[in-house]
């Protein structure tokens, strides 16, 4: 199987985005350090939200917005919108 993990060096600098929720189930917390700690060893810079006991779907109103506008300010900077 394919693993970001053995692309991450690759990543462009400043384009990658990780959100993770702590409590997530589906996707494991500690995949997301994995990524972290490649992505740092190999010198790509990122961008990173967590959120702190929020699963998978990321719910909550606030949480929502929260992350619309982090996504839509990310997309404006990098697309220099």
């Given amino acids: 199987y394919t693993s970001v993990l053995n692309h991450a060096k690759n990543i462009p600098h400043n384009s990658f985005l990780l ?3 702590t409590g997530d189930d589906n996707v494991h917390f500690q995949n997301s350090a994995q990524l ?3 992505m740092t060893q ?3 810079k990122f961008e990173m939200q967590i959120y702190t006991d929020k699963h998978h ?5 606030n949480i929502h917005k929260h992350l619309y506008n982090l996504l839509t300010d990310f997309f404006k900077d990098k697309l220099k919108l």
């Fill in 36 to 38: 972290i700690e490649v």
């Fill in 57 to 61: 779907s990321l719910e909550g109103l």
């Fill in 42 to 44: 190999a010198g790509v």
């Fill in 19 to 21: 959100v993770h929720g």
